[in-house]
């Protein structure tokens, strides 16, 4: 579908789904038939065109559709705000500066309308920002946690640290932890993806009832944990990605459910003890998985379909 014609006709639903419109000069006649039309045009059918112009928000001009249309029109207010706010992005700016800015921002949107954050989906926090020769993890800008507490239906969570060495987790600030750990250990999180974190906690993994994907990159030496769950809290999780197997696979293989459904892994092998701790697995999972990604010395080794 064009853009141009998505323009149109989307302004014209608009129009015709006003539950009032007051007659204006010779186009009357129009504006009467419009509301007529209103009548017959099910919510659903709105809904479905919204999706169609939003399947690519990264074009201008349909952005600016929806944007007009959402001020013009009460039936289509819920749903751009949908494709909106479904996904959140607070990445790596220039300055520090610049990241306030557009934090505060956000934060003001998200204080003054409530029902924004239960739109939100998808988060991805990660990277530095740099003021004045000083470097610091995003996560340390004092307006995260409070940013964080508006969204309470995250499906998936991903926390990027993007340093030349892992950042290690223990060194965020307290309320930063406590804020990511209420998203982590929700009931609407299903996927959960960590890169750059030393120590990371694997208790709050290990306790998620809801987590079907776990993918855990550069955060060697993850903190053990106290004491492992029951069989019946732990998460069924479907995919399973990590690059320190030893580490990570050696809890997990003591919870039978957490591997009872697992259906992809991907695994990167750094030494004949990661083999060995990968074949473990493969025996616990060989009934469920479909498949099965292996990374030794930067060769991967890929099978599909067992």
Not at 272 to 291: C, H, K, P
Request: one cysteine or more; charged letters at 20%; hydrophobic letters at 40%.
């Amino acid at each position: 579908m064009s853009k141009e014609p998505n323009s149109v006709y989307i302004r014209d639903v608009a129009l015709a789904s006003r539950s009032t419109i007051e007659p204006e000069g010779d186009e009357s006649g129009i504006q009467r038939s419009s509301v007529n039309l209103a009548q017959v045009i099910p919510q659903e059918i709105i809904d479905l065109i919204i999706d169609e112009v939003a399947s690519d928000m990264g074009d201008s001009v349909r952005r600016e559709t929806l944007y007009a249309c959402s001020l013009s029109c009460q039936s289509f207010r819920t749903r751009v705000v949908y494709h909106t706010y479904s996904k959140i992005k607070i990445v790596e700016t220039l300055t520090i500066d610049h990241s306030g800015i557009r934090l505060r921002k956000l934060l003001e949107i998200l204080k003054n309308n409530p029902l924004i954050g239960a739109y939100v989906r998808v988060l991805e926090v990660g990277g530095y920002i740099t003021s004045a020769f000083v470097s610091s993890c995003l996560l340390d800008i004092t307006l995260i946690p409070s940013i964080l507490s508006c969204l309470r239906g995250v499906q998936r969570l991903i926390l990027t640290e993007t340093g030349e060495r892992p950042m290690s987790w223990t060194s965020l600030r307290s309320d930063v932890i406590d804020s990511l750990l209420v998203i982590i250990q929700g009931s609407s999180l299903h996927s959960l993806e960590i890169e750059g974190f030393w120590d990371f906690p694997l208790d709050c993994v290990l306790r998620c009832k809801e987590l079907e994907e776990l993918t855990v990159i550069r955060a060697g030496n993850p903190t053990a944990p106290q004491s492992l769950p029951s069989d019946h809290s732990s998460p069924p999780l479907k995919r399973l990605k990590v690059d320190d197997s030893r580490t990570f696979l050696l809890p997990l293989l003591l919870i039978p459910r957490l591997l009872s459904r697992l259906q992809i892994l991907q695994i990167r092998l750094k030494s004949l003890e990661d083999f060995i701790s990968a074949g473990d697995l493969l025996i616990r999972t060989a009934q469920t998985l479909n498949e099965l990604h292996l990374f030794f010395h930067m060769m991967p080794i890929s099978v599909s379909g067992m």
